[in-house]
């Protein structure tokens, strides 16, 4: 191993055990808010409100608490091995940010009603006024966690190449195509119909749960359409992805920006799914299981596209690359 | 489908890009019913003035392999008759091999023109 890697391995060894600790913090946070305001808790806590009025629910105060902390433990349980995956795991980084702020949301849900019952002469005169605010803690904490842990390295095999295309100083090229996947047009068939059923059940029984399902799978069905045709194209401006329905760019890389595009084997496994994926690999747009091109970017995670004959996309983008590098020297 | 302009091509640009859609049209890169680049697109795409794809689009409407509508953008309708892809191909492969022998695409313009 080179120092520079030992340099790298060290740094990312010190950016997982900070994520690691901001995953801790709400649990701990628990701990001592519950050790700080104990002794000025009754045995009730008011445990819900109905807008800025009176509470209209309460809890026994340490029965909750341990409820509670049950659950933030296990939450934090599972950020500290997504954390601890996050080298091997392309999920692993999301589900680390995920859980931090699902564990930092739990916690703060006691410690907002804690701190406003210990405010008050007696729980049924607590008001949560603005402590509520403190949620966004729990965003904020997820989000260090994943900005701290370090990308995955692109799971790149061995068998991946970088072709070039031979290109003069002075030549222009472009190239373009058009995918459509098969995979997403059935999972766009399948939620259309079930988005129909929900329609005809929102309109024999009218309410708000049936109208919101409706919605929710009207949204999900046309995103999932909006990802099947999609636009590949590589020039001297980069390379970018865009939906052919909208027109809408999905994946966006300036030329200057990319280090090398290789063709792969795209894993749906490594990459975080199917679909549009964010991971901790990086940024994949996933149709299916097969060849592909590998984007790895200067100063960021790599991005991966499954395409058909990914050779010429892959040969363009270096020959932009070397030609560009040439020219600014 | 791949499009590549080069300076040292005595074709102008316009016909460079007519040349390479019939090619990627014959090679099946781009199928019948698929829609083309919006031409500020492509113009874009290959830092080429828009009018120059344009008149490349309308030589293209004119040969029977696109059609353009308003609203629908440049959408491939048919490509040449299989013997004319044929020869398009043959073209290709021509120029490519000229290409590796160091022969540039106008000298085997003018050696093409001389046999003629």
């Not at chain 1, 605010?133 to 997820?142: F, S």
């Not at chain 2, 309708?77 to 299989?82: A, E, Y």
């Amino acid at each position: 191993m080179t120092s520079q890697q030992d340099e790298s391995a060290a740094r990312d060894a010190v950016r997982r055990f900070l994520a690691g600790v901001c995953a801790v913090l709400p649990l701990l946070a628990l701990v001592v808010v519950a050790a700080a305001m104990g002794p000025r808790l009754g045995p009730r806590l008011a445990s819900h409100w109905s807008g800025a009025a009176a509470p209209d629910g309460f809890a026994a105060t340490w029965g909750s608490f341990w409820t509670f902390a049950a659950i933030t433990a296990v939450l934090t349980a599972v950020a500290i091995v997504c954390v601890a995956l996050t080298h091997r795991r392309a999920w692993s980084r999301t589900w680390a940010a995920i859980a931090g702020v699902l564990s930092g949301t739990t916690a703060t849900a006691w410690i907002v009603t804690a701190w406003a019952t210990a405010a008050a002469a007696e729980p049924s005169e607590a008001r949560l006024g603005g402590r509520m605010a403190i949620l966004v803690l729990a965003v904020a904490g997820g989000a260090a966690v994943f900005l701290l842990l370090p990308p995955r390295p692109a799971p790149i095999g061995a068998a991946a190449t970088a072709p070039r295309l031979p290109l003069a100083p002075e030549d222009r090229v472009s190239w373009t195509g058009v995918m459509s996947s098969g995979v997403l047009v059935a999972a766009g068939a399948v939620g259309g119909c079930v988005f129909l059923i929900a329609l005809a059940a929102a309109i024999a029984m009218p309410s708000t749960a049936t109208v919101i399902g409706a919605v929710v799978l009207l949204a999900a069905t046309a995103s999932v359409l909006l990802l099947a045709p999609v636009r590949l194209t590589v020039d001297q401006r980069g390379i970018r992805l865009a939906s052919v329905l909208l027109r809408v760019p999905l994946i966006r890389v300036a030329l200057d920006r990319i280090d090398t595009v290789v063709v792969d084997t795209i894993e749906p496994g490594q990459w975080g799914g199917w679909g549009y994926r964010v991971s901790g690999a990086g940024l994949a747009y996933v149709a299916r299981r097969g060849p592909g091109i590998v984007v790895t970017r200067r100063g960021g995670n790599a991005v991966a596209i499954t395409i058909d004959h990914p050779e010429q996309p892959a040969a363009v983008a270096n020959a932009l690359v070397a030609q560009r590098s040439r020219a600014t020297g | 489908m791949l499009i590549r302009l080069t300076e040292a091509s005595p074709a102008s640009f316009a016909e460079q890009i007519v040349a390479q859609v019939r090619l990627g049209v014959a090679r099946g890169e781009v199928r019948r019913g698929e829609r083309l680049p919006a031409a500020r697109e492509l113009a874009a795409s290959l830092g080429v003035n828009m009018h120059t794809v344009l008149r490349a689009y309308d030589a293209l409407r004119e040969a029977g392999v696109i059609d353009l509508r308003r609203g629908r953008g440049a959408v491939v309708v048919g490509g040449d008759v299989p013997a004319v892809a044929s020869l398009v191909e043959s073209a290709a492969e021509l120029v490519s091999r000229a290409t590796a022998l160091g022969i540039s695409p106008g000298e085997l313009s003018t050696l093409i023109r001389g046999m003629a």
